[in-house]
């Protein structure tokens, strides 16, 4: 119950049985006046030529009442106070659910894509002013899915399951052979494409079927069980 209600029930019975007037100050120094004028003096002193209010049945339960309403807001209703994830907290839990759903985890991936569109290819990178592959596919993993991928094309091979060519989905990696490296990564889009850090190119997405891509592909590992 709101604060006001239970001052406002407590000012009420006091002002009927007649311990604060109806030009009492309701409040001062930050906490209402007739709690002391009207409650503590219907303790301390007796009405005049009335029965005193505890000496009346109806005054205990309202005491009660008045108890429990103040102990209430005295506490900022603590009870009703629920523990809520912050906005970080849920978009966390949020990345790491539905990850059967192809459309939402490429979305995910091209958000990411758009980030880093255009940065340089530089092996050992992994920032904004240069980055590798499998530096590339460390940072949309983390940054998309809240997943920790190991650092080298060599470690990510070992990661997830292996996936055949012809049932390949949206965040798969997709690893290489080519004769300018010993391995290449990126990570699988629908529609035959794929986002990578291109060696030439920078970050890109090229498609797979591509006559030099297509040649070089080597295998492909599932990271989401299930998906």
């Not at 596919?137 to 292996?162: C, H, S």
Request: charged letters at 20%; aromatic letters at 12%.
């Amino acid at each position: 119950m709101p604060a006001g209600m239970a001052y406002g029930a407590i000012f009420l019975y006091a002002f009927s049985a007649g311990h604060v007037s109806s030009n009492t100050q309701l409040f001062s120094i930050g906490r209402p006046r007739f709690v002391m004028t009207g409650i503590e003096e219907a303790f301390m002193y007796p009405s005049c030529g009335k029965t005193r209010p505890f000496q009346t049945p109806a005054y205990f339960g309202l005491t009660a009442l008045a108890a429990i309403l103040l102990m209430q807001t005295s506490c900022g209703g603590g009870h009703r106070k629920l523990k809520t994830m912050d906005s970080f907290e849920m978009e966390a839990a949020d990345k790491t659910s539905n990850y059967s759903d192809a459309h939402r985890v490429e979305k995910r991936i091209r958000d990411e894509y758009m980030r880093w569109k255009g940065t340089p290819h530089r092996l050992g990178g992994t920032g904004r002013g240069g980055i590798d592959c499998s530096g590339f596919v460390r940072a949309v993993y983390k940054n998309a899915f809240n997943v920790e991928l190991p650092r080298t094309t060599k470690e990510q091979l070992k990661e997830g399951t292996p996936v055949n060519r012809d049932e390949l989905r949206a965040g798969d990696l997709v690893f290489f052979k080519p004769p300018s490296f010993p391995r290449h990564v990126g990570i699988f889009l629908r529609q035959k494409a794929f986002v990578h850090a291109s060696k030439r190119n920078g970050v890109i997405i090229s498609q797979i079927d591509q006559h030099y891509w297509g040649k070089y592909y080597w295998t492909a590992r599932r990271i989401f069980p299930g998906h």
